[in-house]
Structures are given as structure tokens and as C-alpha cells.
């Protein structure tokens, strides 16, 4: 497994090992001793999610506090612009966002680490985001900042996405509960 940095150290994309021949490809999506050896992190998943999202739908930016998770996400079906935004008060990136591409072709997985909030946005018609998380969806914890907030000035490579009204309404980060 090759691993990439983001703009954001601890943020990272993963390569993992693809064997194709004629009939196909086979890879191992996750193997706990590998991306221990590969990230020096020894995590523990609980919950596996999956989404299908249409071209344009902007998902986020989603963080849990008091129960943060800590995300392993790919792509299995289409593109996606992901992001991962530093909430942790006591960082030296804190505010800072790091972004990428992930796609279902190329295979990476993306390590977003608790403490962040976490969104994305669809490129390509359709996608398929599967992620495993660190701690369970907790609804009471779950909170949402600004998808545009222009404090922290991300970078969209779509101009009007389509959210939801709960994300559409997120928290600005300077009114946002944030890490220690």
C-alpha cells in the first residue's frame, strides 16, 4: 500500500495493491495489519456506510462531537471531489481544508482522522461512497458547518450544488463547536 499526504499530514490517500489481468481486478479494500504497517495506525472500525449520490449533490461537511469518527472512504462507482476540514482547535492546521479527487477507477481510499468534519461533492453523473467509521452515527453528536463558510474558503470545482436543508444551513466555524 502506498501512502499519500494531503495538504494536512495526518489527512492521507491510499493506494492499495491492484493485481488485473484480462478477466479483471482484485485488491484487498481493507486488511487492519497492512494499513497499520502502511499509517502506523492501529484502528479499530465499527460501522460500514454506503451512499449513491447524482451528479452535483454536495454531502457535508459532517462531524460528530463527543463521539468523533474517524473515516476510511472510496469510491467504488463514479468521482467525487472529497473533502476534510481540520476542526481540531489545538492544531496547527486548524481551519485549514485539505481536497482530492477520489474515484471508483483508480482505487485510493482516503483517511480522513476523528476531529474533522468531512463532505463531498459528486462529479461525475452517479457515485457510490463506501466508508467505514471509528464510532457509530450517534444523531444527537452529529453536527454540520458551512459548506461554503467564507472563513475557511474552500475551493468547490461545482458552482451550485444540490444539499440538503440541513446542510445548506451548516454552522460558520466561527460559531461551530469545535476540538480541543
Same mark, same amino acid.
Given at each position: 500500500?502506498?501512502?499519500? *499526504?494531503? =495538504? &494536512? ?24 495489519? !497492512? ?6 495506525l492501529d484502528i479499530e472500525f465499527v460501522q460500514?456506510?454506503?451512499? *449513491?449520490?447524482?451528479?452535483? +449533490?454536495?454531502?457535508?461537511?459532517? @462531524? ?5 469518527? %474517524?473515516?476510511? &472512504? *472510496? +469510491?467504488?462507482? %463514479?468521482?467525487?471531489w472529497d473533502v476534510a476540514v481540520d476542526l ?26 476523528p476531529g474533522f468534519a468531512h463532505g463531498f +461533492? +459528486? ?6 461512497? #463506501? @466508508?467505514? !467509521?471509528?464510532? @457509530? @452515527?450517534?444523531? #444527537?453528536?452529529?453536527? /454540520? ?6 472563513? /475557511? ?23 461551530? =463547536? /469545535?476540538? *480541543?
Amino acid at each position: 500500500m502506498k501512502v499519500i *499526504r494531503t =495538504e &494536512i499530514p495526518e489527512v492521507l490517500i491510499l493506494e492499495p495493491k491492484v493485481f488485473e489481468d484480462p478477466r479483471g481486478f482484485f485488491l484487498e479494500s481493507y486488511n487492519r495489519k !497492512t494499513f497499520m504497517q502502511a499509517t502506523g495506525l492501529d484502528i479499530e472500525f465499527v460501522q460500514d456506510n454506503h451512499s *449513491r449520490s447524482a451528479k452535483n +449533490v454536495l454531502r457535508g461537511l459532517h @462531524y460528530q462531537i463527543g463521539r468523533p469518527q %474517524g473515516k476510511l &472512504i *472510496r +469510491v467504488t462507482f %463514479g468521482e467525487v471531489w472529497d473533502v476534510a476540514v481540520d476542526l481540531r482547535k489545538s492544531s496547527s492546521t486548524f481551519g485549514k481544508w485539505a481536497g482530492f479527487h477520489l474515484k471508483g477507477l483508480s482505487k485510493q481510499t482516503a483517511w480522513i482522522p476523528p476531529g474533522f468534519a468531512h463532505g463531498f +461533492v +459528486v462529479i461525475s453523473e452517479v457515485a457510490d461512497v #463506501q @466508508y467505514k !467509521t471509528t464510532d @457509530y @452515527y450517534s444523531p #444527537q453528536h452529529e453536527r /454540520v458547518l458551512l459548506w461554503n463558510d467564507a472563513d /475557511v474558503g474552500i475551493r468547490w470545482p461545482v458552482a451550485s450544488p444540490v444539499l440538503n436543508e440541513r446542510d445548506r444551513r451548516g454552522t460558520p466555524l466561527r460559531q461551530a =463547536e /469545535v476540538f *480541543r
